[in-house]
């Protein structure tokens, strides 16, 4: 026989790969070399049968401590642990709880995507805050979600230890019964199994049999640039796992994007409002503003009016669509002060006068007032 290749290698996974990808990985490999997809092939065949070998000591969390300690040598040859599949059928009757049902693509996890009467596990639902910079620059936010995952006890079989599941007696591990109607015959759910194919006669105990357990996992989740309050972004195979072979549901992300102090958001523009004064409206005068990464200079010109915009193009937020970017909105408003020193008050006087305007007389002091009080009573 031909010198062994590393089991990870083979499922192309990492050596810290959970159960649940390693498990996947084989679905994947399974998928591609079945037997039933490549007829008389003998190259598919082999790797169908080296996949199955590498899944069976990975799954195992005994048999991969030993792998990765020693190596193939730590299985220790034939009949301690190494496997060794003679045939094809061999490898489905050892794998029942994945391939359910005999093996065959049409009945099993491997038809036309997941095959006939699996269903997909149920989607999930998790909602993220981020703040308006991480809406703006993108970020990778790890959550903590409590999900159902393959047990350990039993590999997601449900089978006590020891015992493994058989294919069920009333559907003979289709998962589907057929009930005749008038000229046809109607597939349903088979009651017995309830559509699993597989009927276990003891189950695991750490699970009570579904072969899942529930856990709190961590979970990256990628956030585009761009993302606005109450995006919904689909993370897919992250949901509960399938009751029956099937795939994981998708996890929902609903976005949450925090306030910000100064900017706001205009479809793909951020907008800010910058207050100026009186001279730089008139004279004219060059800004330094926030922006989204860092800053920008605006000039603002000689007779500027309050409420007037500026655009900073490129500067807002990332467009979906084709990648391009919004703008940011400068908005100056110019704010009239609110008490002046003697000489400002003098200069606008001054200024009036030039107007020609009339304005309200001198303020006068508290002590002015109560003498023209009683000097007029
Ligand atoms: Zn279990
Ligand atoms: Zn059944």
């Known amino acids: 026989m031909a010198k062994k290749r590393d089991y990870y290698t083979i499922l192309g996974v990492d050596k810290n790969a959970g159960a649940d990808e390693i498990r996947k990985a084989f679905h994947k490999l399974a998928m591609k070399y079945h037997p039933d997809h490549n007829p008389g092939n003998k190259t598919a065949e082999e790797k169908f049968k080296e996949a199955a070998e590498a899944y069976q000591v990975l799954r195992d969390p005994d048999k991969r401590k030993r792998y990765d300690m020693y190596g193939h040598e730590g299985l220790g040859g034939d009949g301690q642990g190494a496997p060794n599949f003679t045939s094809v059928e061999d490898i489905f009757s050892q794998f029942a709880d994945i391939f359910g049902s005999g093996g065959s693509i049409f009945e099993g996890v491997f038809g036309g995507g997941f095959g006939q009467g699996t269903r997909a596990g149920a989607s999930l639902k998790c909602k993220v805050n981020i703040t308006f910079e ?127 102090d100064f900017f706001t958001r205009q479809g793909d523009d951020v907008v800010c409002q910058i207050p100026i004064t009186f ?45 391009t970017e919004g703008d940011q909105i400068v908005q100056v408003v110019v704010e009239t002060p609110k008490k002046l020193g003697q000489r400002q008050e003098e200069l606008f006087r001054e200024l009036a006068a030039m107007d020609d305007t009339y304005v309200s007389p001198q303020r006068k002091g508290f002590m002015d007032r109560w003498k023209d009080y009683f000097s007029d009573s």
């Open 134 to 260: 991480e809406s703006a620059s993108g970020v990778t936010k790890t959550i903590e979600l409590r999900r159902n995952e393959i047990c350990d006890a039993c590999g997601g079989s449900g089978a006590a230890s020891g015992t493994k599941p058989r294919h069920c007696a009333t559907c003979g591990g289709r998962g589907q019964i057929y009930r005749s109607q008038g000229f046809f015959s109607v597939a349903q759910t088979c009651p017995a199994c309830r559509g699993k194919g597989m009927t276990i006669d003891k189950p695991c105990s750490a699970c009570g049999g579904s072969g899942h357990t529930p856990k709190v996992v961590r979970i990256k989740i990628p956030i585009p640039p761009g993302v606005e309050e109450g995006t919904r972004l689909r993370i897919p195979d992250e949901g509960e796992p399938s009751d029956n072979h099937g795939p994981r549901g998708d996890l929902y992300c609903y976005i949450s994007v925090k306030e910000h």
């Open 279 to 323: 001279s730089q409206a008139a004279l004219g005068t060059e800004l330094e503003v926030p922006t989204l990464k860092n800053k920008a200079r605006v000039k603002i010109p000689a007779g500027t009016q309050s409420g007037q915009v500026f655009r900073l193009r490129g500067l807002g937020f990332r467009r979906f669509r084709d990648k």
